[in-house]
T-cell receptor, first 117, second 114 residues
């Protein structure tokens, strides 16, 4: 079974500052890794995903994440945040291989990013 | 391209009543998912369909929840009877296929059980 831990429930940061949202996972099988963003009263939007290959993944809105297999982490980073980045961010995993699905996801509890002017 | 459509957006019911949610996936998407998101938690998968067949319903509370995807397109999720702990946002998602493509989510239906 897989599990996802998002270490910070809330992260306040000033506009134009860098930010890192932390995510660790546990799994006995190989996994795909995802970050989703959820704006108030909206569904989830995919920011980026790691399937294979380069461990540094670039996504939309200037976000990037790095897969670290030895530390079982997939932290999300942005060098300079904007007010519009205020939202809740979810890290998720899914199994690879037979029976795996990029939509059959195990989510963390989320991190609320609050960007202040 | 139209996104995943869900209705209603909001629903308030009394406990022990029944309720149904509707989802229309992105055109051509074979895989459909229903998730439950309780306040303060991440979404939890309830059921996954591939066309009109169930792939995974291991976390669906089958004594009160049911879902169907007739004709492999639209889907409905029903709760009967509802309990207070069913208050949550119910998200529908779809993907082109099961493995190679990511899921796209609808805006969700917020259910409040009083």
């Amino acid at each position: 079974a897989q599990s996802v831990t998002q270490l910070d429930s809330q992260v306040p940061v000033f506009e134009e500052a860098p930010v890192e949202l932390r995510c660790n996972y546990s799994s006995s099988v190989s996994v795909y890794l995802f970050w989703y963003v959820q704006y108030p009263n909206q569904g989830l939007q995919l920011l980026l995903k790691y399937l294979s290959g380069s461990t540094l993944v670039k996504g939309i809105n200037g976000f990037e994440a790095e897969f670290n297999k030895s530390q079982t982490s997939f932290h999300l980073r942005k060098p300079s945040v904007h007010i519009s980045d205020t939202a809740e961010y979810f890290c998720a995993v899914s199994e690879t291989g037979y029976g795996g699905s990029q939509g059959n996801l195990i989510f963390g509890k989320g991190t609320k990013l609050s960007v202040k002017p | 391209e139209a996104g995943v459509a869900q209705s209603p957006r909001y629903k308030i019911i009394e406990k022990r009543q029944s309720v149904a949610f509707w989802c229309n996936p992105i055109s051509g998407h074979a895989t459909l998912y229903w998730y439950q998101q309780i306040l303060g938690q991440g979404p939890k998968l309830l059921i996954q369909f591939q066309n009109n067949g169930v792939v995974d319903d291991s976390q669906l509370p089958k004594d009160r929840f049911s879902a169907e995807r007739l004709k492999g397109v639209d889907s409905t999720l029903k709760i009967q009877p509802a309990k207070l702990e069913d208050s949550a946002v119910y998200l529908c998602a779809s993907s082109l296929d099961q493995v190679r493509t990511e899921a796209f989510f609808g805006q969700g239906t917020r259910l409040t059980v009083v």
